[in-house]
């Protein structure tokens, strides 16, 4: 059924995410170029996006992959796979991490992965869980199983943008509620979600975790470090 796609490719070209360019018949979402040029994190870095959390919630790792920086055209692949119903973009993005980050064990005893819940309203707005797409990613490549009924957001937060950082970490406290303990105890939980900011919302989900008896580590597909955009 190949010639199908590439007759599709003919009528109705489809275009990087990133710079418009038509896209070749093997290239998903963005073009090479795009692609070579993507604003990753590397190791040294990453210790910053631990730091978050010091503090607060004692986590085993967390990595991300990306910048997500004000202004940067890279930000339409996440805009894209949040509200424009491309969650299969956080797939893909999320099987490119998952090869990477096997090559330095970073999955390593872990247990399951669980992605970030949304409330329910949400939720049935948005038609969608983002991050379920992202775990599933990560799961096609680590063979990790993904659990997705044993945390609810029970209480939707409202925006923590103007808030210092202890405010934030109280607005956010105890909005996730455990449901299903005897899944997690004792497990090491791989939480994901797409973009960390203020880490206070994954942290208060990372919290509830280690309050069941869980170690938890945090992977996420970008990270922004300027708090206030
Ligand atoms: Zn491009």
Redesign the pocket.
């Known amino acids: 059924m190949k010639w199908i796609s590439d007759l599709l490719d003919i009528i109705f070209p489809r275009h ?6 038509i896209l070749a018949k093997d290239e998903k979402d ?2 090479l ?3 070579v040029g993507m604003p990753l994190i590397d190791n040294e870095q990453r210790n910053e996006i631990e730091k978050i959390f010091w503090g607060i919630v004692e986590i085993e790792r967390a990595a991300s992959y990306m910048y997500y920086r004000k202004g940067s055209p890279y930000n339409k692949l996440l805009h894209s796979m949040k509200y424009d119903n491309h969650p299969e973009i956080g797939y893909r993005l999320a099987t490119n991490i998952a090869k990477e980050l096997m090559e330095e064990n970073f999955f390593s005893e872990i247990d399951l992965i669980i992605p970030l819940p949304l409330s329910n309203k949400k939720k049935k707005r948005r038609g969608y869980n983002q991050c379920d797409y992202i775990a599933k990613g990560i799961s096609q490549v680590t063979n990790i199983e993904v659990l997705t009924d044993s945390i609810e957001r029970t209480i939707a937060n409202e925006t923590q943008t103007h808030k210092n950082r202890q405010e934030r970490w109280k607005n956010v406290e105890g909005i996730f509620t455990v449901t299903n303990v005897e899944k997690i105890t004792g497990k090491h939980i791989l939480l994901v979600d797409d973009i960390l900011t203020t880490g206070a919302t994954i942290a208060s989900c990372a919290k509830s975790m280690v309050e069941a008896g869980c170690k938890v580590s945090i992977l996420t597909i970008a990270y922004s470090n300027n708090k206030f955009q």
């Open positions: 990087c995410l990133v710079c418009g360019d963005i073009c170029s795009c692609l």
